[in-house]
């Protein structure tokens, strides 16, 4: 018989919470490409491939990724303080009502479900998910995210990578649904942004409080313009 160790634990439940199975809802979001299809900005395979690989790049590294590596380290600490700083800046980061809706939506979702976890191996909610429940006016989903990487003992960059692979996944998909591309396509622009993770993971992890930022206007407006957008096959 196999004995699972500690690092193949930790990565099997990174890959529980890459999985587009985890039941947080971020398979119902586009982030604001189902409008840039159709306003006609992503048409193909290419275009969308540059399209999310400038969102990986510009928005995920620089934000969301660079907030859940230090929030990762707050956890560790339970720096109740910097963790309530932290949530407070990525929801007041968010560009648009859909925006903060999502990261809203996943970070409760995240809560109960590591609060449903919990009671599942018969033990009572610790100190960290009682942290996470009670920033206000929601957990956002990088420090949900964080909080639930940070219980696996996986470091901050092995979190950052399962992250932004979960991410490009799910984007992905939207992306086979809403050009719509083929399967092979899809497989080709997850290979793609597969590549470009790394960059992404090293780029947030270098940034601190100086340097983190939300700023990729096109990205806003276009989610903005999805919350009105009359036929849409994605939540807003």
Request: glycine content about 4%; proline content about 3%; some cysteine.
């Amino acid at each position: 018989m196999t004995t699972v160790t500690t690092t193949d634990a930790t990565l099997l439940q990174l890959m529980w919470l890459a999985s587009p199975a985890l039941p947080v809802g971020a398979f119902s979001y586009s982030e604001g490409l189902e409008t840039a299809v159709e306003e006609g900005r992503v048409t193909d395979e290419t275009q969308a491939a540059t399209w999310l690989t400038d969102q990986l790049l510009l928005a995920q590294a620089r934000s969301d990724l660079a907030a859940t590596a230090q929030a990762h380290a707050a956890w560790t600490a339970h720096d109740i303080d910097r963790l309530a700083a932290l949530n407070t800046w990525v929801l007041g980061t968010r560009e648009s009502a859909e925006f903060r809706l999502q990261t809203e939506q996943a970070g409760r979702s995240l809560c109960d479900w590591l609060r449903q976890r919990a009671a599942d191996d018969g033990a009572h909610e610790d100190a960290r998910i009682a942290t996470l429940r009670a920033l206000a006016p929601a957990p956002s989903w990088p420090l949900a995210y964080a909080l639930a990487a940070w219980r696996t003992g996986a470091d901050a960059r092995a979190a950052l990578l399962a992250m932004a692979f979960g991410w490009a996944e799910n984007m992905v998909q939207a992306a086979v649904k809403a050009v719509p591309l083929g399967q092979s396509a899809g497989q080709r622009l997850l290979g793609a942004l597969a590549a470009r993770i790394p960059d992404a993971v090293d780029d947030a992890l270098a940034r601190d409080d100086s340097t983190r930022q939300a700023f990729t206007p096109m990205l806003a407006i276009v989610s903005a313009r999805h919350e009105a957008q009359y036929s849409r096959l994605f939540r807003s």
